[in-house]
Structures are given as structure tokens and as C-alpha cells.
């Protein structure tokens, strides 16, 4: 069968190659699965580049979700073969792979194979990240980055809460778009002043929380954005820059800066949390309410191409790898 690995980390468009491996056999509590579609995730591309919080075994496959059909099942294993799960694992850019039970979760015929990709990675941090931030109908809630897959779906995920959004965008050209899913605000944070344009649009209040996956300057001035007693979680590093933090900022005004990673929440939360957490997300998804535009598909010879067009300026879609 083909799969995509990489014996080195780095420049995934330089690492990255199609392999004929043996079909993998599943042993106890693991399934087989046929991949339908994976996503090209940012954090796929930190993990290709050996920066992202696991690093690699190499050899290493690469994809860390998708949506498959499973084809055998080991030992103790209840899913049925045949059966279309959404999967979490590590080698996910493969015709086959082999999943951990708990990793996988059936999905209803309402969510569509392009949806049901993506189902881990962006949809659950973005519920767990809005449900942690504690912010409210009609308070406000600043997204950076907001441009992302992401964002989008934050974006949605409160105007359905009436919370107010605020989206940092450093290129103009998906600003209407961005409204059209229920943004309220857009700053550029290329031609615009950050902290002055929000505190204008939030009289003179702040924003109750960021949700910020930049780093660098965006995340120095999307901090004197929050407002007295607010918080500021961390999920990601896109711009690869580490911000300074202004500590009279966390003194006197209590902010709170925390770091979020969905892996380290689904390993420490108890089953309750996990299972709310799934069967939230997969309503939200299900109920055709929610925006997860893809933008294109690539086979696996094409890998390259795939994450080439993932790392594109003013991309609106997902990029999907369909084996």
C-alpha cells in the first residue's frame, strides 16, 4: 500500500515522500481503516518540521486525522467492520492505517466525508476553546488569525452563542466573506493599530478573551487588547516569533495568559468531559449549520502540491489529501 513518510524533519515539501509499505495487520484494540480523506493541518506541518509538542519517530508517517472505513478489527475491538469513523492518530496521509479503538468515532451519514475529516483537530478545539474562554453573549471575544479553519469555525461557534467577535486579518481580500460567517469586527493588524481599533470598537472596555495562534508582535498588542480580570489563551505559534509579555500588564490589570493544547484536554479530562465535548461537536456539524469549506484535494503522489497549497496566502478553503 502507499503511504507518505519522512526519515528527517523539515521543509515537509523537502521530507515528505510516497512509500510502498506492507499492509498493516490490527492487533488487539486496534482497527484497520481505508482512508477517505485527511486534512493538511498546521500542526501536521509542525510535526513534519520537528516543532511541534510530539516529535517524530522516524521513520515517521505524517496526517494526524481523517475519515476512513474500517476494513478489519483486532482483538476486543466494537466497531464494526464497515463502518465510517472519523480517526485520530499519527500517519493519516495513507490508503491504509492502523487506529487505536479510542482514537475513532463513528459518524452519522449528515456529515459529509470532507466534514468528517476534519472533525478532531480544528472542531473540537474550537468548542473547548470557547466553553474555557468563559465569555458570554453579546461580551467580546477577539480571534487572531481568524482567517484559518479555525477561526472560521470559532466565528460561527459564537454567533450561535451571541458572543461578539473581533478577527485579526493581515490581508483584507476574505473580509466579507469572514462577516458573511458572523464576524462582527476586522482589524488589520498590517495597515491598523491593534489596541487602539479595539478599544474603539468595545468602547473603551477590552475584549474578555483572545484566542490567539500567532505569537510574535500580534500576540504583544492583541494583549493590551484584553480587558481588567480577562484572559488570554495560546494554542499556536504561526508567525514561529515568541512574544514578549508585558507582566505590568498580568499585575494590573489580572490577566490571565494559559496555554491550550486539545491533545493534553482529551488526555486529562474525565470520560463525562470527552463524551459532552464529542456529541456537542457532532451535532454542531451534523445539524448543516456550520461552514468547513475544502479548497482542494490532492492524491498522495501529489504531496508536495498539497502542502505547497496549504501554506498559501489568502487560501479561504481546507486542503484535503484523498488517497
Not at 496526517?63 to 493519516?92: D, K, Q
Not at 477577539?142 to 493581515?170: D, E, F, H, P, W
Not at 464576524?183 to 479595539?198: A, F, S, Y
Request: proline share 5%; hydrophobic share 40%.
Amino acid at each position: 500500500m502507499k503511504t507518505i513518510l519522512f526519515e528527517n524533519a523539515g521543509k515537509p515539501q523537502e521530507v515528505l515522500h510516497v512509500a510502498e509499505i506492507p499492509m498493516p495487520q490490527p492487533a488487539a484494540g486496534e482497527a484497520l481503516v481505508k482512508v477517505l480523506a485527511s486534512p493538511v493541518n498546521p500542526s501536521d506541518i509542525s510535526f513534519v518540521n520537528g516543532v511541534y509538542g510530539i516529535r517524530p519517530k522516524l521513520p515517521s508517517g505524517a496526517g494526524f486525522e481523517g475519515v476512513g472505513i474500517v476494513e478489519a478489527v483486532g482483538e476486543g475491538v466494537r466497531l464494526p467492520v464497515g463502518v465510517r469513523v472519523s480517526f485520530n492518530t499519527v500517519g493519516a496521509w495513507s490508503e491504509y492505517v492502523i487506529i487505536n479503538q479510542h482514537s475513532a468515532m463513528p459518524v452519522p451519514d449528515a456529515i459529509s466525508d470532507d466534514i468528517a475529516a476534519q472533525l478532531f483537530v480544528n472542531p473540537f478545539t474550537a468548542y473547548a476553546m470557547v466553553e474555557e474562554s468563559g465569555v458570554q453573549a453579546d461580551e467580546w471575544m477577539m480571534i487572531t488569525a481568524c482567517g484559518s479553519a479555525y477561526g472560521k469555525l470559532v466565528i460561527q461557534l459564537c454567533k450561535k452563542k451571541g458572543i461578539k467577535t473581533i478577527g485579526t486579518v493581515r490581508h483584507d481580500d476574505l473580509n466579507d466573506d469572514l462577516k458573511k460567517l458572523g464576524l462582527d469586527e476586522v482589524v488589520n493588524t498590517e495597515t491598523e493599530k491593534l489596541p487602539k481599533r479595539v478599544y474603539e470598537i468595545t468602547n473603551g472596555k477590552g475584549v474578555k478573551c483572545v484566542l490567539d495562534s500567532v505569537g510574535g508582535h500580534t500576540t504583544e498588542e492583541a494583549m493590551k487588547c484584553v480587558a481588567q480580570g480577562g484572559k488570554m489563551l495560546v494554542f499556536g505559534l504561526l508567525s514561529q516569533q515568541l512574544p514578549k509579555m508585558d507582566i505590568g500588564l498580568m499585575i494590573f490589570k489580572g490577566i490571565t495568559i494559559k496555554g491550550f493544547w486539545l491533545s493534553e484536554l482529551m488526555r486529562t479530562a474525565d470520560t463525562q468531559t470527552r463524551t459532552e465535548i464529542a456529541q456537542n461537536v457532532i451535532s454542531w456539524l451534523a445539524s448543516g449549520e456550520v461552514s468547513l469549506p475544502v479548497e482542494a484535494s490532492y492524491g498522495l503522489d501529489d504531496i508536495a502540491k498539497a502542502v505547497e497549497h496549504a501554506d498559501a496566502k489568502g487560501r479561504w478553503g481546507k486542503i484535503l489529501v484523498k488517497p
